[in-house]
């Protein structure tokens, strides 16, 4: 049972461009959702989270949309750039005890901005 | 300050063998997660580890898995008698919410 699905599976953007990446999740007891960035060759770092009591976070370029009825959020990169060029992977979690926040991931959009 | 570090970055090894895969997590960083990557695939958890409590193995795919973590710091992966299916990245993590990464050890078993 897949409880997090991220699509596309890859995107193309041009440079200058907006970059939307879409999650849906099933669990509702999901409560911490963070988005991260996967270079070749390197473990994920994490990019920007977001909680359901706001509906929208951003830092610098990245932003968090998130819609607790749907179940769904979405990362929007602003202005994307070739060095954005990565994979992504949209993430959920919540408390399942003693401060246990195993994180349930997407499978991936690989990001690709042309030049 | 040190990120999360793993060793080794790679391995190779024969089917049957078993394997040790270290994680160094951030000092002071109470939480340890490992979570396995599978070639195009998102990340699959595995293991956490928090202080001196009982640890939630319910990822662990198979009892040929273990891990511990020794003096709440280091932790250690092993898998005995590998099997082809095992070939996958292994990342380990430190943090609650944020969790920051380690680098990964990319395990191919021939």
């Known amino acids: 049972q897949q409880q997090v699905k991220q699509s596309p599976q890859s995107l193309i953007v041009q440079k200058g461009g907006i970059s939307i990446i879409n999650c849906a999740y099933e669990?509702?007891?999901?409560?911490?959702f963070p988005w991260y960035q996967q270079f070749p060759g390197k473990g994920p770092a994490l990019l920007i989270a977001i909680r359901p009591d706001v509906s929208e976070k951003k830092e610098g370029r990245f932003t968090i949309s998130f819609n607790k009825s749907a179940k769904q959020f979405s990362l929007h990169i602003m202005d994307s750039q070739p060095g954005d060029s990565a994979t992504y992977f949209c993430?959920?979690?919540?408390?399942?005890?003693?401060?246990?926040?195993?994180?349930?991931f997407g499978k991936g959009t690989l990001l690709t901005v042309n030049p | 300050g040190a990120g999360v570090s793993q060793s080794p970055s790679n391995k190779v090894t024969e089917k049957g063998k078993d394997v040790e895969l270290r994680c160094d997590p951030i000092s002071g960083h109470t939480a340890l997660y490992w979570y396995r990557q599978r070639l195009g695939q998102g990340l699959e958890f595995l293991i956490y580890f928090q202080g001196n409590s009982a640890p939630d193995k319910s990822g662990l795919p198979s009892d040929r898995f273990s891990a511990e973590r020794t003096g709440g710091s280091v932790s250690t992966l092993t898998i005995q008698r590998t099997q082809q299916e095992d070939s996958a990245v292994y990342l380990c993590?430190?943090?609650?919410?944020?969790?920051?990464f380690g680098p990964g050890t990319r395990l191919t078993v021939t």
């Open positions: 993430a959920a979690s919540f408390n399942s005890g003693g401060s246990n926040y195993k994180l349930t």
């Open positions: 993590a430190s943090g609650v919410y944020e969790q920051y």
């Open positions: 669990n509702t007891a999901f409560d911490y």
